[in-house]
């Protein structure tokens, strides 16, 4: 099973930005669907963007596209979320997840490993 661990989170002023980390273990990484969701306070957790296994297809959610990317480095077994233009409402802990498969994949239940998350607040 793959490991995950994310980090770049942190306190920033509307208007900037952040990159998130996320690092997995094991030789397999370019096998998984990677994506990033986050979990606000008195919200259910929800989707932010997806990748595919190449790192050559995204999809992202309404309220982050244009404003976040999602990338990845293979031979890092690393996937990462610039996020820029930052909003007070983006402001929640975000976990990177694992999924098996080629696609995309937007739903929770297409995630088999989870990070721990790393808290994100943007102030206004």
């Known amino acids: 099973q793959v490991q995950l661990v994310e980090s770049g989170g942190g306190l920033v002023q509307a208007g900037g930005s952040l990159r998130l980390s996320c690092v997995a273990s094991?030789?397999?990484?370019?096998?998984?669907?990677m994506g990033w969701f986050r979990h606000a306070p008195g919200k259910e957790r929800e989707f932010a963007a997806t990748?595919?296994?190449?790192?050559?297809?995204?999809y992202y959610a309404d309220s982050v596209k244009g404003r976040f990317t999602i990338s990845r480095d293979n031979a890092k077994n690393t996937v990462y979320l610039q996020m820029n233009s930052l909003k007070p409402e983006d402001t929640a802990v975000y976990y990177c997840?694992?999924?098996?498969?080629?696609?995309?994949?937007?739903?929770?239940?297409?995630?088999?490993?989870w990070g721990q998350g790393t808290q994100v607040t943007v102030s206004s």
């Open positions: 997840a694992a999924g098996r498969g080629y696609g995309l994949g937007t739903l929770r239940n297409e995630y088999g490993a």
């Open positions: 094991g030789r397999t990484f370019s096998s998984y669907t």
């Open positions: 990748i595919n296994w190449s790192g050559g297809s995204t």
